[in-house]
């Protein structure tokens, strides 16, 4: 009598059950895979770009072109605070420092001539000399970053030491300047988009590229709180 195989309903089930789930693996790898790709791209390409396609020298230029076109004799601050200084403070650093909590801006301010200008784009955030200072606001304080930045920065430090989210930065939002052991505190009250600033009655103004290819900026304004 020939034996006969039999393969219980069960056994069948178990298999087909455990196919499903290995071709769900599959997919799940997949996507996770992608999805990969996809942050690496969004997180690195424009500064692979901005460094190597459109040359951040190009980029450099712009942000310089964009002050020293600029017209020399502006107006004054319109609010009433040119005389007040906030209060000595030991414990705090004695680097002029900038912090913007809604876009997580952390970083310092360096301070660079005209012709050195580069060298403090590579590093963080800079103050354009001819302009004020917090505590000199005779005219406005310019602070100029690049928006993308280089290939050797992380998207850690970009985004803590550039303007890469100045576009976010809205209406109402604070700004935080620490100038010779004093807190400064700022208001945004304005922003425009073009080539050139177009409110010089502001204590403070914050400008970067748009994009990677444009040659229009982002200007966000902002006056000092007495506080």
Request: glycine share 4%; aromatic share 14%; proline share 4%.
């Amino acid at each position: 009598m020939s034996s006969i195989n039999f393969i219980s309903p069960d056994f069948v089930k178990s298999l087909r059950k455990l196919q499903r789930k290995q071709k769900f693996v599959l997919k799940l790898s997949k996507t996770f895979a992608l999805l990969g790709g996809l942050f690496f791209v969004l997180s690195f390409a424009p500064s692979i770009w901005y460094s190597l396609g459109a040359r951040v020298d190009d980029f450099s230029a712009a942000i310089l072109k964009t002050v020293t076109g600029a017209k020399k004799e502006v107006s004054k601050p319109s609010n009433n605070v040119l005389d007040w200084q906030p209060a000595f403070d030991a414990r705090l650093s004695r680097d002029t420092t900038l912090k913007i909590p809604s876009i997580r801006v952390d970083t310092k301010i360096n301070e660079a001539t005209y012709e050195s200008f580069e060298d403090a784009l590579k590093l963080s955030v800079w103050r354009v000399p001819d302009f004020g200072t917090p505590m000199d606001r005779s005219r406005p304080m310019i602070l100029a970053a690049h928006r993308f930045g280089y290939l050797a920065w992380s998207n850690l430090y970009r985004r803590k030491n550039s303007f890469y989210n100045l576009p976010k930065l809205k209406v109402g939002d604070l700004i935080e300047i620490t100038y010779k052991q004093r807190k400064y505190t700022y208001e945004v009250y304005g922003e425009s988009r073009g080539e050139e600033i177009t409110d010089y009655t502001a204590n403070l103004i914050l400008y970067t590229c748009e994009t990677l290819n444009s040659k229009l900026r982002i200007f966000k304004y902002a006056r000092l709180l007495k506080i």
